[in-house]
T-cell receptor, first 110, second 112 residues
Framework: QKEVEQDPGPLSVPEGAIVSLNCTYS??????FMWYRQYSRKGPELLMY????GNKEDGRFTAQVDKSSKYISLFIRDSQPSDSATYLC??????????FGGGTRLMVKP | NAGVTQTPKFQVLKTGQSMTLQCAQD?????MYWYRQDPGMGLRLIYY???????DKGEVPNGYNVSRLNKREFSLRLESAAPSQTSVYFC???????????FGDGTRLSIL
């Protein structure tokens, strides 16, 4: 079993939909959590970064962490075709090392 | 602001050839990383350098060597390329202490 599990998709939604992307993890030592967006033929780009359980909002994006359930989510409101990308969750413990999920491919159709 | 710059962007090699992938960052970060990304496998850490002058193995180091040339530059070398090393290679950098990593746009490497 992988330390971080993420449904690979693809997830296809109509423009304007609310998107929910999720990761589960098994290592209770993970302390901080990130979401990256990766466009085709580009490197991962940091979207959201949080230390604590609860919600963190940034524009149309909300990151949610539930440490008791070992579950994190990224919500995208009013999704746009430009949101079409692969979304990677990542998490780390005390040091600088990150463990990545395999990524979920999202397609937002006009 | 360039961030993390990787060269080359694309490369095709024959089995047994050697090659060095270059990475440079202009964010004054102490830590640098090399990953490979394969379909269905996600990002896997090859080597990292926590600070100038130090390097350590990651999850998949076999067949690779690295050099932290200075604070800005971290290179990855394939001494004798194998088809199993066909992948997209990403370099990243970060500050110390639970800081996010910032990635370059990758080198797409095919080994025939």
């Amino acid at each position: 079993q992988k330390e971080v599990e993420q449904d690979p998709g693809p997830l296809s939604v109509p423009e304007g939909a609310i998107v929910s992307l999720n990761c589960t993890y098994s290592n209770s030592a993970f302390q901080y959590f990130m979401w990256y967006r990766q466009y085709s033929r580009k490197g991962p780009e940091l979207l959201m970064y949080t230390y604590s359980s609860g919600n963190k909002e940034d524009g149309r994006f909300t990151a949610q962490v539930d440490k008791s359930s070992k579950y994190i989510s990224l919500f995208i409101r009013d999704s746009q075709p430009s949101d079409s990308a692969t979304y990677l969750c990542a998490m780390g413990n005390a040091g600088n090392m990150l463990t990545f999920g395999g990524g979920t491919r999202l397609m937002v159709k006009p | 602001n360039a961030g993390v710059t990787q060269t080359p962007k694309f490369q095709v090699l024959k089995t047994g050839q050697s090659m060095t992938l270059q990475c440079a960052q202009d964010m004054n970060h102490n830590s640098m990383y090399w990953y490979r990304q394969d379909p269905g496998m996600g990002l896997r850490l090859i080597y990292y350098s926590a600070s100038e002058g130090t390097t350590d193995k990651g999850e998949v180091p076999n067949g690779y060597n690295v050099s932290r040339l200075n604070k800005r530059e971290f290179s990855l070398r394939l001494e004798s390329a194998a088809p199993s090393q066909t992948s997209v290679y990403f370099c990243a950098s970060s500050d110390e202490g639970r800081q996010p990593q910032h990635f370059g746009d990758g080198t797409r490497l095919s080994i025939l």
